[in-house]
């Protein structure tokens, strides 16, 4: 017996409320293609590319706890600011982070790059120095690499000391779009 | 061998995935429409209540089964409460509760869900207590009831 599609919606909206959920996500469309976003009533816990739930459930639960269910309702807040951002009506984010895992060094670099403003960029070396580790721009380089959460903690706004655009977990085409999108580059 | 891997314990995702069908088609069988639905998210709720207090991954159909059955029960005892209990359907395919299904007829449902989960499953008191919507300690008093009313039960027989 296949539980029907409403009802199934229902429970998982039930779910979110309860409170008991240790995380919560769903699949969001975007111009860059389906993300895979995950919550936690701490704020955004992962955003990924990789839209398939299966590659981040295990790890979420680590991080989180076991009880985790896929629900749209618990997304929608990210799912709008999202969505208006790409639309070019959000330049920054309202959302909050869930940073739980990250050590203290990438904890510091990703509030610093959180301060990089819409449309301009800043270089690895840069960012390191106001994460008071001038010295550090290849670590740098390896959080953001590592960085849970794209987009929202803007490492796309995060280039070489000439001007190269380096690399994108995302892939570079995305980290040009991105960009792009901003106005930062042509 | 694969013991780490087959007890881990799956994201509530999986586990919600791989049983809900299932649920649903017990809980329709015992209660039919209307009412199945509200059981169904009320088994769910239940189950993601005690989800992080698990200790293992094992035998988790047998766990949701049995509090899909106690929700069933409930709503029954709701609705007619002078009525009899109804056949509701078992947990089947599974050996230990097959034998301990027989051996234990006839004892009162909770004994009986206590002491099938308790030695048919291995479960814990607190997965036990959440099947059956009570507490730990209901729980190992209810399996320690069951297994004194059999053991008078079968020296009754000896004797």
């Known amino acids: ?186 | 061998m694969m013991e780490s891997v087959a007890s881990r314990i799956p994201p509530f995702e999986t586990f919600y995935v791989e049983h809900r069908d299932e649920v649903l088609g017990v809980l329709r069988k015992s209660l039919g429409g209307d009412r199945a639905e509200d059981a169904f998210q009320e088994t769910f709720l239940r189950a993601l209540r005690a989800y992080d207090r698990l200790s293992h991954g094992e035998h988790l159909r047998a766990w949701v089964l049995t509090i899909a059955r106690n929700v069933a029960l409930d709503v029954h005892r709701r609705t007619r409460p002078t009525g009899e209990m109804p056949e509701l359907a078992h947990v089947d395919g599974l050996p230990a509760f097959v034998e301990l299904g027989e051996l234990t007829d006839g004892l009162p449902s909770t004994e009986r869900a206590a002491v099938v989960l308790r030695y048919g499953y291995d479960l814990d008191y607190d997965r036990i207590a959440e099947a059956l919507g009570s507490s730990p300690e209901a729980a190992r008093q209810a399996a320690s009831a069951g297994v004194r009313r059999l053991r008078t039960r079968t020296g009754r027989r000896a004797g």
Request: hydrophobic fraction near 45%; glycine fraction near 8%.
């Open chain 1, 1 to 186: 017996m296949t539980v029907p599609a409403d009802l199934d919606h229902r429970f998982r909206a039930a779910a979110a409320r309860s409170g008991l959920l240790d995380a919560a996500f769903d699949t969001i469309d975007s111009p860059l293609g389906q993300l895979f976003v995950a919550v936690t009533d701490r704020g955004i816990l992962r955003i990924s590319f990789d839209s398939d739930p299966a590659e981040h459930l295990e790890r979420i639960a680590r991080l989180a706890g076991g009880a985790i269910l896929r629900s749209p309702r618990a997304v929608d807040a990210a799912r709008f600011e999202l969505e208006e951002y790409f639309d070019h009506r959000r330049r920054a984010f309202d959302l909050a982070v869930d940073l739980r895992g990250a050590t203290a060094f990438t904890e510091r670099v990703l509030q610093e790059l959180a301060r990089v403003p819409y449309g301009h960029t800043a270089t690895y070396g840069e960012l390191a120095a106001r994460a008071g580790r001038p010295q550090a721009a290849r670590a740098v380089g390896m959080v953001m690499n590592r960085n849970p959460i794209p987009i929202v903690l803007p490492c796309h706004r995060i280039v070489g000391a000439s001007g190269d655009l380096v690399g994108y977990a995302g892939g570079l085409a995305r980290k040009v779009e991105l960009l792009r999108l901003e106005g930062a580059i042509l």
